[in-house]
């Protein structure tokens, strides 16, 4: 007498009435990590003036002011204290416009 692992019935691979399945072409969220197209709004918001950004009043981000620095350093610019993320967006422009950097 052998003790068998595995069942001799047969096997049903479907999933339960109501279970999602398997199938990619149903699945709609990113697969391995791979990142999602923006939403629209956030495309349209990019180029809104930055006066009219929700939260152009907050204080700049740290990548802002990182990047900032360098641009003042290069253009031979103080850098002011305290900007929000409205201002500090303004000053990378003219800073760019003026050192040449990011331009394609």
């Known amino acids: 007498m052998t003790d068998a692992p595995f069942s001799d019935a047969p096997q049903n691979d479907a999933p339960p009435s109501g ?3 398997d199938d990619p072409s149903q ?3 990113p697969q391995n990590g791979a990142p999602q197209d923006p939403p629209v709004d956030s495309i349209e918001n990019a180029s ?3 006066d009219e950004w929700v939260t152009g009043d907050e204080p700049m981000t740290g990548p802002q002011h990182s990047y900032l620095q360098t641009l003042a350093r290069e253009a031979g610019r103080e850098l002011p204290e305290q900007l929000t993320k ?3 967006s303004d000053l990378i422009e003219e800073l760019q416009a003026s050192t040449g950097r990011g331009q394609s």
């Open 19 to 21: 279970a999602p399945h």
């Open 48 to 50: 809104k003036p930055t």
């Open 27 to 29: 699945n709609r969220a």
């Open 86 to 88: 409205a201002q500090a």
